[in-house]
């Protein structure tokens, strides 16, 4: 799986993820508490939408750089959320100060949802990367010419092996 093919996955699920995620949210705030819905809700979905879109650009850079990197990566991307996320609670608690409880608990749903769901994509991602690297080790070693050499193939490829 080529990393264009990952980013077009994650990008079709973080969308899909973030206008389900909204729709819910925003039905509960309309139906069942509507005295808590705040004028900013929607810059929530559209703040973990973006950083989304950033996040899986990070995680394209790193994977550029090489494929130990990518744990690094996604490491980058947790904290860079936590501290932007921790400025967004700052800012709206002193700056706008409207509604701040159902602010900061909008946003840590919505926060932890876009963990679940980061941690979730990157988990498979990894398990796949594995197994196609288990599987490209598994072609090599079995068609390797020492192996052929063990196996009763001819000497003539095995020239570092052992001879009978």
């Given at each position: 799986m080529t990393i264009e093919?990952?980013?077009?996955?994650?990008?079709?699920?973080?969308?899909?993820?973030?206008?389900?995620?909204?729709?819910?949210?925003?039905?509960?705030?309309?139906?069942?508490i509507p005295g808590c819905y705040f004028a900013w809700f929607p810059l929530i979905p559209v703040f973990f939408f973006l950083f989304g879109l950033l996040y899986i650009y990070l995680f394209a850079f790193?994977?550029?750089?090489?494929?130990?990197?990518?744990?690094?990566?996604?490491?980058?991307?947790?904290?860079?959320?936590?501290?932007?996320?921790?400025?967004?609670?700052?800012?709206?608690?002193?700056?706008?100060?409207?509604?701040?409880?159902?602010?900061?608990?909008?946003?840590?749903?919505?926060?932890f949802a876009f963990l679940f769901f980061e941690t979730r994509f990157f988990l498979r991602f990894e398990a796949k990367l594995k197994l196609s690297k288990q599987a490209n080790n598994e072609k090599i070693t079995v068609h390797s010419?020492?192996?052929?050499a063990v196996a009763g193939g001819s000497d003539a490829h095995a020239e570092s092996g052992n001879r009978r």
């Open positions: 093919a990952v980013k077009k996955k994650f990008i079709i699920e973080l969308t899909a993820g973030t206008v389900v995620l909204s729709a819910v949210a925003a039905a509960v705030f309309r139906f069942l790193g994977c550029m750089l090489g494929p130990g990197k990518i744990a690094m990566t996604y490491l980058v991307g947790k904290v860079l959320k936590l501290v932007l996320s921790i400025f967004v609670l700052l800012f709206y608690g002193f700056v706008i100060g409207k509604d701040v409880v159902s602010f900061v608990a909008a946003f840590i749903v919505f926060y010419n020492d192996t052929a």
